[in-house]
């Protein structure tokens, strides 16, 4: 019989969903949702991303990018620009207010991290996020696959 409840990909669903709940739950004040809190920190990392280097770098797709730009932009803490070499495109920087919120967001995530882990060790941690690394190796943006 097939024990759903200890299979790694329930297991990693179930991280998953507890991980960005503790995250939702600290960045709530902020009326932004973990989808747009990784946004911001990809533009904290490095200001002046396309929507296409956003959604490769998050692997997720362009549609949703896209939405996920719009509303920031009209939360006024992020604006498009014209790309200099590419009239089709835009870079994605951020405003005064989206620079602003980088300290005390990162201090939500470093808690909603903590609440998440506090039953392991330094050393666990690091072995997690060294075998999740891998598991994501193949950067792709990820596809539904068909049984």
């Keep these: 019989m097939y024990e759903v409840e200890k299979s790694i990909g329930f297991l990693l669903s179930k991280a998953y969903q507890r991980s960005w709940g503790l995250l939702r739950e600290e960045i709530e004040p902020y009326d932004l949702t973990p989808p747009q809190f990784a946004l911001l920190a990809f533009l904290w990392q490095q200001d002046g991303l396309t929507q296409v ?5 998050a692997q997720v797709d362009r549609s949703t990018v896209g ?12 604006e498009r620009r014209h790309h200099p070499q590419d009239r089709r495109a835009y870079k994605i920087y951020l405003t005064e207010q989206g620079k602003n919120l980088e300290n005390p967001l990162s201090d939500c995530a470093k808690r909603s991290l903590a609440t998440f882990t506090k039953r392991l060790s330094e050393e666990e941690v690091a072995e997690l996020r060294r075998v999740l690394e891998i598991l994501r190796e193949d950067r792709g943006i990820y596809e539904f696959p068909s049984c």
């Design 53 to 57: 280097e956003i959604s490769e770098k």
């Design 67 to 78: 939405g996920l730009i719009d509303r920031l932009e009209k939360s006024g803490l992020l």
